[in-house]
């Protein structure tokens, strides 16, 4: 579908039309409360100014989007593929904004607390409890891509928390008898650049999971079930991958506080370490077609970064309250979701 066909469907379908700027509004607040993870290291450690990270973010999340899109979309393909909602089109494309709304009153809530979300779980918890509503069970669901779902979540936290420790490890050993402050004046450098790469590959992954969904609502509104086969348009890219950088800029200073200062002290080799290993572990993830929550990956990877000094140089409480918050997200946006779901198909 090229642009000005979207258009002119945007504008003569109301549900298609809410569908996008739901989705849009989603993949505004993903890069206003998820993507300051990425620079949240490099602000604390003083590397970087916040605004000036925070427009560095909204740069390379773009660029993400755009250029990893390009070149593997398999995570989108999965999410897109994640849930079927029946083959009825106009319910489908009701319930897909009922999942899509939830999200945004979910992760509001949270970022309004200053707690990082994982946008990820909001988004696949959202889908899935609009599935449920629309089918009364669980048979919309598909298990063998929720199954890459659960991977992620293992993988995200395992490998995160592993490959911080490991970078960190090796950066402590080359470093050991190095002058601290040429040191320091290195990773100054080296962090922008962890950061840069983190925001990248944060655009990669979570831009991908949105433009699934909003490619999955333009399959709704043409009466087609499913986006199997399909080939995402470049201006689809553009128009998600803008929009996140847009949310980016608003900027996030509380999960900035949270991630970088309240979790874990750290000092600039640390903060390298942390953005290395995490912008790795996405990289890997992306490419293999893995939907995993970058702030999962980011907070591992810091609390990997941690334990090389100490265990209990990590602030277990903070780590408790983030974790409680990702159990919570599955139940409580999936619930928004089908209770959302019922109520939309019932008054629309």
């Not at 250029?67 to 079927?84: E, G």
Request: charged share 10%; hydrophobic share 55%.
């Amino acid at each position: 579908m090229d642009l000005l066909t979207f258009l002119q469907q945007a504008v003569s379908s109301p549900v298609l039309l809410i569908t996008v700027l739901l989705t849009l509004g989603v993949i505004f607040v993903n890069g206003w409360t998820d993507a300051p993870n990425a620079i949240a290291t490099c602000v604390t450690t003083r590397c970087m100014g916040v605004r000036s990270a925070i427009w560095m973010s909204a740069l390379f999340n773009f660029l993400g989007v755009f250029i990893m899109t390009q070149i593997n979309s398999s995570v989108a393909s999965t999410i897109s593929n994640m849930v079927n909602f029946g083959g009825n089109t106009r319910e489908a494309l009701i319930a897909l904004c009922a999942a899509l709304f939830s999200i945004v009153v979910y992760s509001v809530g949270a970022s309004y607390f200053g707690i990082p979300t994982s946008e990820s779980h909001s988004l696949i918890a959202g889908l899935t409890g609009a599935a449920i509503a629309i089918h009364n069970g669980v048979g919309g669901v598909n298990m063998d891509e929720w199954a890459k779902v659960l991977y992620g979540l293992v993988l995200s936290l395992a490998l995160g928390f592993g490959t911080g420790w490991v970078v960190c490890k090796l950066v402590s050993v080359i470093c050991a008898r190095m002058d601290r402050r040429h040191t320091n004046k290195f990773f100054q450098g080296a962090q922008i650049f962890g950061a840069a790469a983190m925001s990248f590959m944060h655009g990669a992954q979570d831009g991908q999971k949105f433009i699934g969904v909003l490619f999955l609502g333009m399959a709704f509104a043409n009466g087609q079930e499913d986006v199997v086969g399909a080939t995402i348009p470049v201006w689809l890219m553009l128009l998600c991958s803008v929009v996140m950088a847009a949310g980016t800029s608003v900027g996030g200073e509380k999960i900035i506080k949270s991630v970088g200062m309240d979790m874990v002290k750290l000092e600039k080799y640390q903060g390298f370490s942390a953005d290395l290993a995490a912008a790795f572990c996405l990289l890997y993830s992306s490419l293999f077609g893995i939907p995993v929550s970058t702030t999962h990956t980011k907070t591992s990877a810091i609390m990997g970064v941690g334990a090389v000094r100490r265990l209990s140089s990590i602030n277990l409480g903070v780590v408790r309250e983030m974790v409680l918050t990702w159990i919570f997200t599955f139940p409580g946006c999936g619930l928004i979701s089908f209770v959302m779901a019922k109520l939309f198909l019932f008054l629309f």
